[in-house]
């Protein structure tokens, strides 16, 4: 039989970890109504987008869904965004073009590097960016992709 | 107030001067000793000096501290380590001894509860400026605490820690001071022979 003091400590016990709880749930509450009210004031100057990036190997790529990126944002900055990028400006075309992302580069000797795609909502399919992708201006609800793959065979296969 | 004998009143002081000591000095928000203190006067000493100690290290902490002036919360913290001081009175009445773990979770649940009540006190304290401009009461309430409950989670978790494990080597040393008296094991003298 339990006796009544132990049972008066567990119930002390219980009621601080219900007060705190309750507490800290009010906490996180109000933080998510902080970043609610936030994301409203920004809406004017934000778009969200999709953004795709398979790195080539067997397992599928990583969707990073709703990214919230400001208006007028490139493929390029909300890469940026997302991923670890490294690319090389060149001035004569007035295009970045992307080294590597989130460490994968670009690899000659294997014949493969990084290709850009656009989802387009019209045919349902996927188009190979033909731009650096700092050209590529992104509106709201975009989708856009990343691969990995061989440009020795073209064209490439889009994202699957 | 009782009367003291001399080497209790000592202790009491060093007691108090180590209290505001650590209570001045630049530490981590919410992680404090003087409520252990408070709550070891209490017991040696009872509810009245207990809480009396409690309500005078906040007062002076209020003036003093690093963190700034006290202002509106000054009498939230005083009675709310005041009743800390009280707990300790009353718990010397009910225990069951000092040396078995029993008393360490006790004594850690104990200061879970009263470091709640500490916090619920003083974040109505931090509700008064804003009440008092206008914002409707339980607005603000619900706001203190919410803001606050990040520091009452450290709160609460560090004086777990401190009133679990700092209790029995502290009441033990303590209890040697006054004179041989050893308040706490006469206590449990008394209980093992019920």
Redesign the interface.
């Given at each position: 039989m339990v006796k009544k003091?132990t049972l008066a400590?567990a119930t002390?016990?219980i009621?601080?970890w219900a007060?705190?709880a309750t507490?800290?749930l009010?906490?996180y509450?109000?933080r998510f109504q902080e970043y609610v009210d936030l994301s409203r004031e920004y809406e004017a100057v934000t778009m969200k987008v999709d953004i795709y990036i398979h790195y080539g190997n067997e397992t599928n790529g990583v969707w990073h869904n709703n990214t919230i990126v400001p208006l007028g944002a490139t493929l390029l900055n909300a890469t940026g965004l997302v991923a670890d990028t490294q690319y090389t400006y060149w001035s004569e075309l007035g295009a970045a073009f992307i080294d590597s992302i989130d460490g994968v580069a670009n690899n000659v000797t294997e014949g493969k590097s990084w290709f850009w795609w656009y989802w387009e909502t019209t045919s349902f399919k996927w188009i190979l960016g033909e731009v650096g992708a700092n050209q590529h201006m992104l509106h709201r609800r975009n989708i856009v992709a990343w691969t990995y793959q061989s440009y020795e065979t073209w064209p490439p296969s889009p994202p699957s | 107030m009782p009367l003291l004998s001399v080497r209790k009143l000592a202790l009491l002081s060093v007691l108090t001067a180590v209290s505001l000591g650590i209570q001045l000095t630049p530490r981590p928000p919410n992680v404090e000793f003087t409520s252990l203190f408070t709550f070891l006067v209490g017991i040696l000493y009872g509810s009245l000096i207990g809480g009396f100690f409690g309500g005078f290290v906040m007062f002076v902490n209020g003036f003093l501290s690093p963190w700034g002036f006290g202002g509106f919360m000054m009498p939230f913290q005083i009675v709310g380590m005041a009743i800390i001081g009280i707990a300790g009175g009353f718990y010397k009445r009910c225990t069951?001894g000092v040396h078995s773990a029993q008393v360490s979770?006790?004594v850690a649940?104990?200061g879970?509860?009263l470091t709640?009540l500490y916090d619920?006190i003083t974040n109505v304290g931090v509700a008064v400026p804003p009440a008092l401009s206008g914002v409707p009461w339980h607005i603000a309430l619900?706001?203190a605490?919410?803001?606050?409950?990040?520091f009452?989670?450290v709160h609460?978790i560090s004086n777990i820690a401190l009133f679990g494990s700092g209790f029995i080597p502290l009441i033990k040393a303590l209890q040697r001071v006054p004179g041989g008296e050893a308040l706490w094991s006469k206590k449990e003298l008394l209980h093992s022979q019920r």
């Open positions: 003091r400590f002390l016990a009621l601080v007060a705190l507490s800290v009010g906490y509450y109000l | 069951v979770v006790e649940v104990l879970a509860f709640l619920i619900i706001a605490f919410s803001t606050g409950a990040p009452s989670l609460i």
